[in-house]
């Protein structure tokens, strides 16, 4: 089953290049980490709306700072949050302060 971007206005799903061309990855909702899951979920400005296990993030509402990067594939930080989204125009007022 294909993956899909659950932002509202994201069209990227899996299997298919970003508009830069560059590989698009996937990364589930912190679902275990309440705290977290609040923070993601109030910087996608998606009101009364809870994801579930089968909802992702992709990789273009990251910053570059919130992957390592390890043997050649790239991986999510745990302490990483989601601030690029079409509907924002600055996101450093989106990063938390924890």
């Not at 932002?7 to 309440?34: A, H, M, W």
Request: hydrophobic share 30%; proline share 8%; glycine share 4%.
């Amino acid at each position: 089953m294909p993956r899909y971007c659950a932002v509202k206005l994201c069209k990227n799903r899996g299997g298919t290049p970003s508009k830069e061309n560059k590989r698009i990855s996937f990364y589930p909702f912190p679902l275990q980490d309440e705290v977290r899951l609040q923070i993601w979920v109030d910087n996608m400005k998606r009101e009364e709306w809870t994801p579930s296990r089968h909802q992702y993030l992709c990789s273009e509402h990251f910053t570059e700072d919130c992957f390592d990067l390890r043997w050649g594939i790239r991986y999510l930080k745990h302490t990483a949050f989601p601030t690029i989204f079409p509907h924002t125009h600055d996101v450093s007022r989106q990063t938390p302060l924890l």
